[in-house]
């Protein structure tokens, strides 16, 4: 979808989600512990933040520079809400600010190259690049006015997608254990995706960059599986969502590959390309 017909979807499904929890950007660690904060029971003004925020940044490189500067707490934070942990900072005045129960996403887009150049090696290390699932686009073929989607395509899927919310909620909570999100039958395509991926999908740098490949995979299949209606997550909800991290894992090898690296993956397409016909030791 088209980012405007994207802003129609959410438009259509809360005509107040964008205005009152979406962050354009932010300056720190402690400006997110306090968009999201508790209630403050001491002051009974102060009725907390808003606990479901997205932080959709057009450009994604703003969130990896904060987090970059010297002193910046925004990646603790980050890492800290992606595990589902309690966020809690002392102010100057010697009070704190904290937050539970909170639901933080980020959205944003960047290039390979400001990629590479900001990912710096403690990122790689501390877990905070595997927090983030990466997914490569690009144009596909030649649209000087752009693509098109039917509004109706739009207004019936925002329908849809309401109807499951709804029956979500009548529900009431959800499921916290992988063992519990999966029905009998996808127990064990998940035992052997889990195998493949637990420790990240490729070698050196990639598999620090998909460490965490197998979290986003509980979190997709759940998704898909809420959109069907489902008790559980099935065999295609896992399918479904292990075909996104492969291909966020693909999208990692590509941006992150170097050097012999590189001329070695160029030298196998060129191979494959070269088909029965196989290429001269020259070529």
């Not at 039917?150 to 529900?171: F, N």
């Amino acid at each position: 979808l088209r980012a405007r017909h994207q802003a129609e979807l959410k438009t259509l499904l809360d005509p107040l989600f964008a205005s009152a929890h979406t962050l354009a950007g932010l300056g720190s660690g402690e400006q997110l512990v306090w968009e999201v904060r508790d209630p403050n029971h001491a002051d009974p003004e102060d009725r907390g933040g808003k606990k479901e925020r997205l932080i959709q940044n057009a450009e994604l490189s703003q969130v990896f520079r904060v987090s970059g500067r010297e002193g910046s707490t925004l990646s603790d934070y980050l890492r800290l809400a992606y595990d589902g942990e309690p966020l809690r900072h002392s102010t100057r005045g010697g009070g704190v600010v904290s937050s539970t129960g909170h639901h933080i996403s980020i959205v944003g887009s960047i290039t390979p190259a400001e990629l590479v150049k900001l990912m710096d090696d403690t990122s790689k290390a501390n877990g905070f690049g595997n927090r983030l699932l990466y997914l490569h686009s690009e144009m596909q073929g030649f649209k000087p006015f752009g693509g098109s989607v039917d509004s109706a395509q739009v207004i019936a899927t925002a329908h849809r997608i309401g109807v499951r919310l709804t029956e979500l909620a009548d529900r009431a909570g959800h499921l916290n254990q992988v063992g519990d999100r999966l029905s009998d039958d996808a127990r064990d395509p998940w035992v052997s995706f889990y195998r493949h991926a637990r420790t990240g999908i490729g070698e050196g740098v990639a598999r620090e960059m998909t460490g965490r490949s197998f979290a986003h995979a509980v979190r997709i299949a759940t998704l898909y599986a809420i959109l069907d209606g489902a008790e559980a997550g099935g065999v295609e909800h896992l399918a479904a969502a292990r075909a996104w991290v492969d291909y966020g894992a693909a999208t990692v090898a590509q941006v992150f590959t170097t050097g012999v690296e590189v001329r070695t993956s160029q030298l196998l397409r060129s191979i494959r390309a070269a088909g029965s016909d196989g290429l001269s030791f020259t070529e």
